[in-house]
Nanobody, 125 residues
Framework: QVQLVESGGGLVQAGGSLRLSCAASGRAFESYDMGWFRQAPGKEREFVSAITRSGSVPYYADSVKGRFTISRDNPKNTVYLQMNSLKPEDTAVYYC??????????????????WGQGTQVTVSS
């Protein structure tokens, strides 16, 4: 069992930056692959970024590649999403997710068992 709590969302102008954090509690954080997903109003939840349990391999959706950076601090049980050059289309609720399975697709919703409650990111034009 792991609990995930996101923070760092807010209102920012286009071109600005935000850093999201996801604090995990429960089983050994270093055992989990971690992901970020987002859901805009009226749209389905979509993959944003993910990082393997070792932290050695990041994954990004094409829409955020070059603008967002995922990282993790295993001693602090936290994963981060640094978001730069934000666009209005980045507006969404951002969710943190975790999974301990050794064989799962890290870029899909079904690849994660544990989810946070989400944090709102709003980018104004």
């Amino acid at each position: 069992q792991v609990q995930l709590v996101e923070s760092g969302g807010g209102l920012v102008q286009a071109g600005g930056s935000l850093r999201l954090s996801c604090a995990a509690s429960g089983r050994a954080f270093e055992s989990y692959d971690m992901g970020w997903f987002r859901q805009a109003p009226g749209k389905e939840r979509e993959f944003v970024s993910a990082i393997t349990r070792s932290g050695s391999v990041p994954y990004y959706a094409d829409s955020v590649k070059g603008r967002f950076t995922i990282s993790r601090d295993n001693p602090k049980n936290t994963v981060y999403l640094q978001m730069n050059s934000l666009k209005p289309e980045d507006t969404a609720v951002y969710y943190c997710a975790a999974d301990v399975r050794s064989r799962h697709i890290i870029t899909t919703i079904s690849g994660y068992y544990y989810w946070g409650q989400g944090t709102q990111v709003t980018v104004s034009s």
